[in-house]
């Protein structure tokens, strides 16, 4: 059983940057692929970024590339979302995920049906 407990998130006005963070428990979080991902109020839960085992291969859905940047820590079993330039239309409860078998090998991992744990959530708003 793997927990996955998101924090950093907040009120922050448009074009401000936020931080989060993802802290997992167990022992074999660095063989891993973990994901972001969010859902907006009204709207379907949308991927942001993925990240493999060792971080050497990052993934990011078009809205968010350049902006935002997914890293991992694997000595303190912590993936990390840094986000730049927040747009109101960044609002949403964010999530991380963990699909431990690293399927399928070649990435992207987009698909929330690939991930086997996911976090609470934590909330971000955007104000202008």
């Known amino acids: 059983q793997v927990q996955l407990v998101e924090s950093g998130g907040g009120l922050v006005q448009a074009g401000d940057s936020l931080r989060l963070s993802c802290a997992a428990s167990?022992?074999?979080?660095?063989?891993?692929?973990m994901g972001w991902f969010r859902q907006a109020p009204g709207k379907e839960r949308e991927f942001v970024a993925s990240?493999?085992?060792?971080?050497?291969?990052?993934y990011y859905a078009d809205s968010v590339k350049g902006r935002f940047t997914i890293s991992r820590d694997n000595a303190k079993n912590t993936v990390y979302l840094q986000m730049n330039s927040l747009k109101l239309e960044d609002t949403a409860v964010y999530y991380c995920?963990?699909?431990?078998?690293?399927?399928?090998?070649?990435?992207?991992?987009?698909?929330?049906?690939?991930?086997?744990?996911w976090g609470q959530g934590t909330q971000v708003t955007v104000s202008s």
């Open positions: 990240i493999s085992h060792r971080g050497v291969r990052t």
């Open positions: 167990g022992r074999t979080f660095s063989s891993y692929v």
């Open positions: 995920a963990a699909n431990p078998k690293g399927a399928p090998a070649g990435g992207p991992w987009a698909s929330g049906y690939e991930y086997d744990y």
